[in-house]
């Protein structure tokens, strides 16, 4: 798919569209089916992607035209991205206009809604996991940055998600060519395609990273310093994984073992062990699906001597042994 194509498909009347221009003013029928939830005292719909979303990172939607999203909060953390026109939001009671190139991200418990949007306005909407910002994901942002705040945030279970950020870009930044990448790539899959879409998502947090730096218009934000702090924690278990200790750990940010077994628990709802487990095991998963070494080479290089044990803790998290996890791996991209 190209991007005249993909002009030509997301501009295409789908059945809802062709419903609300005959149906004007009336509410579709597909709320009838969405769950509501209390938030803040007020009923709201619940959008929950999540049956699309046990099967890949993101799910990626068109909103409908030519009809409005009344008040709703979302399961995941969404992205809205202005392929064309713009779009009306209606966040805490405020008015917020995105246009062509804008972008705003949710968190879990953000009430919005949107006012009708007309032919010309194409809103794209991608929801993902939490689990798919993981610390590998994180480090690879600004650690000061307000997008690393915020998905911090985000996976952290003592927050109210009640956050949101607008990022003002335009119709001719490179990061409206990197959108559409990504979305030929979701609608016209090939091989490594999961691969090939992370690295997109990764890349255009990267630039909504330096988009937010040029232009500081955003609505909310967190503290920074907290934040930071955290990232700094993890990425230190990222780097020294293979032979770090929870004694290591405290001495080298200036803390006591308790404190800092306390701290990492009530940020991350992980323990240290946990945390270290995680990482341990995403990269053996990485070694394994990538490499050809034997798996007990492997379990050597990311710290287990006992591989037995690494074997139970890798078909814990995984759902299946090394081996299975490499066959598997290799069926699934074999064409």
Known sequence: MNYQELDVYLRRLTNSEKW?????????????????????????YLFDFGIRLKKENITVNKDTRFTYIPEHINADIMMSYIYSGSCSYKI????????EGDFCLFD????????????????ISIAMTKAF????????LSNEGIITSFLINSILEDQNHNKYIVFNS????????????????????DICYNEV??????????ELVRIFNINNTNEKYLDLKKSA???????????????CTLSSMA????????????????????TFGELKLEHQMKEASMLITNSEKPIYEIALDVGFSNLGFFYKRFRKMFNESPQEHRDNYFMKNKY
């Open 20 to 44: 609300h221009l005959g149906n004007p003013d009336k509410i579709s029928e597909f709320y009838k089916k969405v769950d509501k939830v209390k938030v803040n005292n007020s009923q709201v």
């Open 92 to 99: 805490d009671k405020k008015t917020i206009v995105l246009n």
């Open 108 to 123: 879990t418990n953000v009430i919005h809604s949107t006012l009708p949007i007309g032919e010309n306005d194409i809103v």
């Open 133 to 140: 910002f993981n610390t590998s994901f994180l480090s690879r």
């Open 170 to 189: 335009n119709k001719d930044s490179k990061i409206n060519y990197l959108m559409k990448n990504l979305l030929c790539e979701y609608l016209d899959r």
């Open 197 to 206: 879409i992370d690295s997109y998502i990764i890349i255009i947090f990267s």
């Open 229 to 243: 702090t955290i990232i700094d924690m993890l990425q230190y278990i990222e780097n020294n994984y293979i032979d």
């Open 251 to 270: 001495a080298h940010f200036g803390y006591n073992s308790n404190y800092l077994s306390n701290l990492l628990k009530n940020k991350t709802g992980k």
